[in-house]
């Protein structure tokens, strides 16, 4: 039998290295956010918090108030408190 980099679950590993390396994408923080209602708002602050150096990902999630920003290092929580109240909204704090 010849060997395949897809495995039979169906997934797919092209790297001889072990662990987690290429799965990381930086520090996941989550923060708690109150005045989020609507596509708007959640486009207004994935572009306001998205800008800021070093964020690589913000999810949006309105249904519970959340928003999960993903960076190259631990984030600034100021400096994302800060550009949340200039949107318009308040960060009640981390989650």
Do not use: F, W
């Amino acid at each position: 039998m010849s060997s395949s980099c897809c495995s039979t679950d169906g997934t797919c590993s092209t790297s001889t290295a072990t662990g987690q390396a290429t799965a990381t994408e930086g520090v996941s923080t989550t923060y708690a956010v109150s005045g989020m209602t609507c596509g708007h708002c959640k486009a207004t602050l994935s572009k306001a918090i998205g800008e800021l150096d070093g964020v690589t990902k913000v999810d949006v999630d309105l249904d519970t108030g959340l928003v999960t920003v993903v960076s190259a290092a631990e984030p600034n929580d100021s400096a994302i408190a800060e550009v949340v109240d200039d949107a318009g909204y308040e960060l009640t704090g981390r989650a």
